[in-house]
């Protein structure tokens, strides 16, 4: 549209009707795109909106009619309610934990195997890879009370470890690395190899931190997906003291009464880490190239 | 034994450039670049191949196993045939809850669709304004959790004190019954899934539309292709590989739907809206039945098969390799 225009306006005076309707109709077309846009946008913003105005309304003004969009009273008694009776401390720290501690491992893991997957040829190599794929077909959730026997014996049931060693390897990741390190070309591992540098040290030094921005993703994508798993701390953990955020929040809305006051301020604090790696990376997640990886 | 070839093939390629490069004094490398090429790559996905083993394998074979069983969790399984099987395909509660996740995926997957490749035209077209604040607005729910989107839905649509009946109810009607009515609770699921998936289809989907080259559209538009033409003849054919990604992983997602529904109404009212995981779950853990629930398992696995091989093969381009 716009590369057109400079032609249309240089083709002299018998377009100069063209350009008119074209200047005029510009604000005019973007009217219905701008509105359908804005109406979705506000759609999709109105349900945060009221949960999060709603999460500093007092509990007796949760339920008073007429209801008002805005609070009465600001108040943050729900949350130091909800941080003080449910040992939301200690969700955060379990919760944080797993999510660093997966993060970290995943990123490592992925990288090394994707690393091989991309720069070695061998059937083994592709029978592996293959099996990779196959388990974004097939996930967990589908094979739950099996999963929940390995994760008993191996003597990991109610740890934490029981919930980071399962879900260190995504095929997400791996699939991310493998294409990335197939981009780098051959020649610079050749050079490494004669210079007498080892396949490890090529590895660790060079590239490594050449797919630094692939890191970055799968980091980011990794905290998320631990830091609001469900089915995974579910079913290992039974202990409370071990909970995870996402399963003491489904304990306090699966209750017979749901206290809204305190679920409304935990839900809002259980956000806040996300938030803030969202305002922190922003323009990593938006323009990473998602097309290149799967969804865990 | 093709290992070795294409292993020596390899170090026979590379020991020849290095000849080449560096004369006769490395001429001992093609045997230590033999193993080199084997084991390092060995060593790489050793950590991957365990867990692969531990997590995925182990847990697959055991639940083919005790899906022959009647193992309660407890005590050792002991084998009992097809029983589970047959039981399996004579209880009606697993059609019930294997028909409502069907149903749900059907209507769920053009929902997400349609709505990520929507809004994601709207956010790379010319016209609209303010887009760069409206993207954030529709990423923001990839931020939250499955259980929290569910926590916000449920205030919103509770059928008692939720903002949207009392809207419907100032407007003079009649408070809808979210909760109660199985049809409505299942839209509700329907709402909040789309709204929940949106984001990361409408990425996938944004970065590919930027990849169609600008000058195909311009072709079109001076031959007078209008709008419409030129996103059903040029945008939706080039979308192909991406749209089989989105509707293969929403397929997926939505047949294994479980932790935002147990937020939002644990799948109720009652069991009405129970999906396969959930049942999956229930029988396993709530009731011990072990193998029972493997046997659903198993079955689970087998439509989640069946279904990536028909999208496999409708997706003539995929390139795995």
Redesign the interface.
Known sequence: ????RPGTRTAGTSTAGTRARTRTS?PL??L???L???L??LG?????A??LL?SFKPGSE??S???TLFPENWTVSGYTTAWNRFNFAQYFLNTSIVAVVTTVLTVL?SA??G???A????????L??????A????????????????VRD?GLYNTLAGII??S??TATG?FMFRQYFKTIPDELL?AA??DGV???GA?WRIMLPLAKPIAVVLAIFSF?WR??D??WPL?VLRDPDRYTL?VA??SI??ADNVD?SV??SA?VI??VP??V??AIF?RQ??N????SG??D | M??TK??EG?SAE?SA??TV??GARRARRPRR?ST??????L???T???V??A???L???A??LW?SFTDYS?VGTPEFIGAENYIDLAQDPVFYTVLGRTLLYTVLSVPLHYVAALG?AM??T???????S????????????????A???????FGEN?G?VN?LIEMLGGNGLQWETNPNLALVLILIVST?GG?A?NM??FI??IRNIP?SYL?AA??DGANGWQRFRRIVLPLLRP?SF?VIL?TT??AM?E??MV??LN?GGPGTSNMFI?QY??RT??ERAD?GY??AA?MV??AI??II?IIQLRFDKRND??
């Open positions: 549209m716009t590369t057109l510009r077309r973007a219905p795109s701008t359908v846009l804005w979705l946008a999709f913003l109105i349900p945060v009221w949960f709603s949760l339920f009619l007429p209801l893991v090394m195997t690393y091989a997957l720069k070695y040829q061998a059937w083994w190599l592709k592996f890879f293959i099996c990779i794929l388990t974004t077909m097939l996930p967990t959730e589908v094979i739950m009370p099996s999963s929940f026997a390995v191996l060693v399962p260190i390897i791996i050749e190899r004669i080892s396949e490890f590895f998320q830091w609001n469900y089915i079913i996402q929040l489904r809305v699966g809204w679920l409304l839900s259980s956000l996300m938030l790696l969202f922003q997640i938006m990473a190239d998602v097309n799967l969804k | 093709s290992t294409s292993v390899r590379t450039l290095i490069g560096r670049s080199r090429f084997v084991l390092a790559p060593v790489f996905i950590v991957a191949v867990l692969f531990l997590f995925f182990w847990p697959g055991l639940g005790y969790g809004i709207l956010l077209s010319t016209f609209a304004k303010g887009k604040v409206a993207r954030i607005i529709f990423f923001l729910p990839w931020l939250i959790s499955p259980i929290v569910g926590v916000i839905w449920k205030w919103l004190f903002l009392y709204w949106t990361f990425l996938l970065a590919a600008q311009e538009q001076l991406t990604m992983l997926i997602g294994k479980f932790a147990q937020a644990g995981v999956i779950y396993g853990f072990v629930a493997s398992s689970l696995m989640l098969i990536a795995l390799a």
